[in-house]
DNA sequence: AGCGTTACGTTAACGCTGTTAACCCTCGCG
DNA sequence: CGCGAGGGTTAACAGCGTTAACGTAACGCT
């Protein structure tokens, strides 16, 4: 009893066409227990299922498997990186600006969503879904988003000409970002530097010195 | 039956001091195992029992807990990497030199070993033993060890003054090479450019060139 | 020589997990 | 009115980590 269950005890059947309704509020009951328990190995198929006041084959009617179940919750979460990450860029003329908000942008979501982030990038790829696998994968990152920035940064000609091309350059700045972004989410305890914001803000701007001119 | 089991069909008992023994023949099993199936979750306390030809509840005589288990295995691995990284660095005088080639031996060691770099650094801080949290952990990843050659940086007059001191500059190298390692682990089916060697050296000099003085 | 202790390993079981087969009910349409 | 199908159930399987209770063989000691 994670104390997050409340029962809500055997919920009325649904009509004939109202089968999305419950679909949707397992994909909301499944959210709630991802937030509270934090890792999505410990939220039950029967949890979820006890959750919706449901039993929990009910759950297969609507889901493959209990992996679908999460990846549905954790897209709609990058669903919402890719607003905020245009959001961050919108007004920013500067494509040597524009990336440094967005590698901001990435990690703050990083750090708000942990375990979606786990999920989606610190689970090994062969128990992803087929669409997640890099395909998608690469779409939900923006990779192309931040591929657009970094072309403009080369087209303006900020970009130090050894650095390789464009598509070189954004794997680089996603490792650099991740990187940071997963150790903070896999390891929130370790005695990180004072401010945090800070750090951060310093660490995007000393990893673009390394790719751009002077 | 994972082809990996092989059965072994109940072992004899050992003589009285000789626990240590079938101690050393689970650890090996594990290791075994966890090479196999490439995942700390597929490596069952059960199969490793079958494998040296033992009970599960065995296991127990020798380890508090599967994680135990997991992580004595995965220790290991870790010591080899503190060999490694001493003797990439050893003949290495230029201490830029020397940072340069323990990121590259870092990298490769995760990419040589996934499943033990997956258990150490992106699993949840909360699921691993208490004296590997990060005291030891940060002894592991022999963080003293490039903290020393960062120092060393920066006494030699190569660390740009605006880069922090030691800690957080050491923090910083280790989040970049980090991400790159992790992203090669998880997701190895990623369209990565084509000479990979090449890429990460690449992407190391890259990421010093953001610390270091021109 | 025989007893007691103790290390070593076993059998049986608990409670949990994801998942499936088989069933039932009830709604809505022709 | 009947019937198809959508929506949900009960019962169960196979596997997991883990624990309690029990044997059993080997050693030290008197």
């Not at 245009?86 to 590698?103: E, F, Q, R, T």
């Not at 464009?166 to 972004?181: E, K, Y």
């Not at 750090?199 to 701007?205: E, S, T």
Request: aromatic letters at 8%; proline letters at 6%; charged letters at 25%.
């Amino acid at each position: 009893m994670t104390s997050v269950d409340a029962g809500a005890g055997r919920r009325p059947r649904a009509r004939k066409g109202e089968g999305r309704q419950l679909r949707d509020e397992i994909v909301a009951a499944t959210e709630r227990l991802l937030l509270a328990t934090g890792s999505s190995e410990a939220v039950s198929i029967r949890a979820v299922a006890n959750a919706v006041g449901v039993t929990p084959p009910s759950i297969y009617r609507h889901f493959p498997d209990k992996t679908a179940l999460i990846f549905e919750v954790v897209d709609r979460h990058f669903a919402e990186l890719e607003a905020r990450l245009d959001a961050a860029i919108a007004g920013l003329d500067d494509p040597v600006a524009a990336l440094a908000a967005a590698g901001r942008t990435y990690i703050e979501f990083g750090i708000e969503n942990p375990e979606p982030y786990r999920v989606m990038f610190l689970t090994r790829s062969d128990e992803t879904p087929d669409e997640y696998k890099y395909e998608r994968l690469a779409e939900l990152t923006c990779f192309g988003t931040v591929l657009g920035i970094v072309q403009d940064c080369i087209d303006a000609g900020r970009v130090r000409p050894d650095a390789g091309d464009a598509v070189t350059v954004t794997i680089g700045v996603w490792a650099r970002v991740h990187g940071l972004t997963s150790l903070l989410v896999t390891k929130p305890d370790f005695p990180w530097p004072g401010e945090r914001d800070q750090f951060i803000a310093h660490y995007m701007d000393s990893c673009l010195r390394g790719l751009l001119v002077d």
